[in-house]
Nanobody
Framework: QVQLVESGGGLVQAGGSLRLSCTAS????????MAWVRQAPGKEREFVAA????????YYADSVKGRFTISRDYAKNTMYLQMNSLKPEDTAGYYC???????????????????WGQGTQVTVSS
């Protein structure tokens, strides 16, 4: 498994931007598919975005496509989620997840991610 720590959440007005970070420990970062998942109170968990181990494949939920960008920096063992044009409905706890292995873009939203961070809260005011 991979140890993950998120940061970057906060309070922002609608239309604003935030960048979330997820730093992984160990030597497995470059061999792990990684993802962002969010959950708002009283709502089901929503898969937001994912990126393959090599960085060549990404996946976005329709609700964030065109507004969010997922990326990873291998030198820093860190994955990012750049969130632009934020909406109040983006308010949620955001969690990063990882699964060691090399998977195609089609597989990314269906993987059984087995390493999780503690989460960071994003609140978007209207």
């Amino acid at each position: 498994q991979v140890q993950l720590v998120e940061s970057g959440g906060g309070l922002v007005q609608a239309g604003g931007s935030l960048r979330l970070s997820c730093t992984a420990s160990g030597r497995t970062f470059s061999n792990a598919a990684m993802a962002w998942v969010r959950q708002a109170p009283g709502k089901e968990r929503e898969f937001v975005a994912a990126i393959s181990a090599g960085g060549g494949s990404t996946y976005y939920a329709d609700s964030v496509k065109g507004r969010f960008t997922i990326s990873r920096d291998y030198a820093k063992n860190t994955m990012y989620l750049q969130m632009n044009s934020l909406k109040p409905e983006d308010t949620a706890g955001y969690y990063c997840a990882a699964k060691i292995g090399r998977y195609s873009g089609y597989q990314l939203p269906h993987l059984d991610y087995d390493s999780w961070g503690q989460g960071t809260q994003v609140t978007v005011s209207s």
